[in-house]
């Protein structure tokens, strides 16, 4: 394990309470909560891939990347290839 830092957070009451309810509900502690949410946001964070921050965001089904042309730019396919 990492050695960890002591820090002090403020919370308003309302969303202390629900922190805690959250925490309480998913097995752990409020801290670890905190620490969950910090990394989260973190990873989403900018950087060199911005994109990244999107991925697994959806769950897709297999051959949905066949239609990606259609979807984004409203047309056909424009070249053929072969499936793997």
């Known amino acids: 394990m990492a050695k960890m830092v002591r820090t002090q957070v403020s919370f308003d ?3 202390y309470e629900r ?4 925490a309480e509900q ?9 620490r969950r949410g910090v990394a989260e946001l973190i990873a989403r964070a900018a950087s060199d891939e911005p994109w990244m921050a999107f991925a697994g ?3 897709g089904q297999p051959g949905d990347s066949s239609s990606v042309d259609q ?3 409203g ?3 424009l070249y053929a290839t072969s499936d793997c």
């Open 57 to 59: 965001l959806v769950q």
């Open 75 to 77: 047309r056909e396919r």
């Open 19 to 22: 922190a805690k309810q959250v």
């Open 13 to 15: 009451e309302a969303l």
């Open 26 to 34: 998913q097995g752990i502690s409020l801290s670890e909560l905190c």
């Open 71 to 73: 979807v984004v730019y």
